[in-house]
């Protein structure tokens, strides 16, 4: 092993180019080496790693703790360079496999004994295989640390540039890949798959999409382009949504102001999605609810001071409220409402003076304080609290 080994020492630089010009034209390997890796750093690594093996093979034959330095610096670079992980194994292997045909053409030249022969491949075989298992293995850690490293910094540049346009602060956006002066749709998105809801729906627009991380589980984004307008975006009927996934919408707005306004209405709808547990909740939809939903306390309060009285638990409290929702939505007619309940325009009637006595007041007089009571008491429900949800992060 210790002649077969300083026979390959001798061979490697002739080997290594091999290496390296076969590395160019293999399919496997090609789009990993096409202008964008560093050359002196891949023949270096060539070297290195040839280096390693032919000496390990007369030294005995351990795997490598670390692999050669310069090895993880190549997967470095190509994590870098948008290299895909499967090519840098690929250009690897080309280099394994040359190195093994050296391997048996020089114990085949060198060892006459067919037993011995065998003996030495089998030791030579294990340990390459082993050698490159071990080594490959370490460089796709180094290459994906590298990548998660580069997404987290990639990831806090936009965050900051965000940050800083919807504070309002002079910034050079052209790095955010997104026209902040077009039309946009401010969204979040949470649950199981929000990026991907997300992509779906700006796939499918055909809108330019960007986003930024929110809490565990959610997403902070726009959709924005021509598409947005075109398509008069965000009242037409979405993807069907992702399972366990939701969506909160802003208003389509113009502009840098009109980026910030959207963001803030997508926000406060989104609250009131946590709340509701819709798929889809949009910001039009539920003005009024937003505009309480931040403050819980005052929000509790609005509802026991309208309709308090319609909340002592008792059994004809939710057919009370039940008959006072129908009795609004057909405009105030008791004649209407009736059908709507099943019940007869007198027993609406008799209803509508059981709550007036309750509440101490007129419905009539009432009537836009108590409705907006009944819309908030259907987000939180009975015993509900607004402050039940944790928010999205806002630091974007």
Known sequence: MRQISERLIELAPGL????????????????????VFSIEVRKRSIAASLDAIFTGLGTG????????????????VAARSGIELQDL???????????????????????????ERLAVLRIASRFLFDWNDQVTMQMSVAYQRERERMYRDRERRK?????????????????????????????AAWGAAPEDLARRIATDLGASLLTV?????????????RAIDDLAFPDRELPNPLPGTQLALGRRCE??????????QATQAWRVGQLAGDDVTRYQDVTI??????????AREFIDNEIGALLTGDARDSVLRDTL????????????????????????????????????????????????????????????????ATPIDRSA
Do not use: K
């Not at 965000?162 to 997104?178: F, S």
């Open 89 to 115: 194994v690929g250009a690897y292997r080309v280099g394994h496999g040359l190195t093994w045909d050296l391997i048996l053409e020089e114990v085949h030249e060198l060892i006459e004994d067919p037993a």
């Open 159 to 187: 965050r900051e540039l965000i940050r800083d346009v919807l504070e309002g602060l002079p910034v050079d956006a052209t790095t955010l890949g997104y026209n902040l002066r077009g039309p946009h749709v401010g969204f």
């Open 16 to 35: 290594a180019q091999r290496i390296f010009d076969n590395q160019a034209f293999d399919p496997a390997s090609q789009r990993s080496l096409a202008d």
């Open 255 to 264: 502009n840098i102001e009109g980026f910030r306004l959207t963001h803030r």
């Open 325 to 388: 929702r129908a009795y609004f939505r057909t405009g105030q007619n008791a004649a209407s409402a009736a059908p709507l309940l099943g019940v007869h325009e007198r027993t609406v009637a008799y209803r509508l003076r059981t709550m007036e006595e309750r509440l101490g007041c007129s419905v009539g007089e009432r009537r836009d304080e108590l409705a907006v009571a009944l819309r908030l008491l259907d987000l939180v429900g009975d015993e509900g609290d607004f402050g039940s």
């Open 289 to 298: 609810e937003a505009l309480v939903s931040d403050d819980p306390g005052r």
């Open 61 to 76: 034959r351990s795997t490598p703790d670390e692999p050669p330095a310069v090895s993880i610096e190549w997967a470095r």
């Open 213 to 225: 991380a929110g809490a565990t589980d959610s997403v902070l984004g726009w959709f924005g382009g």
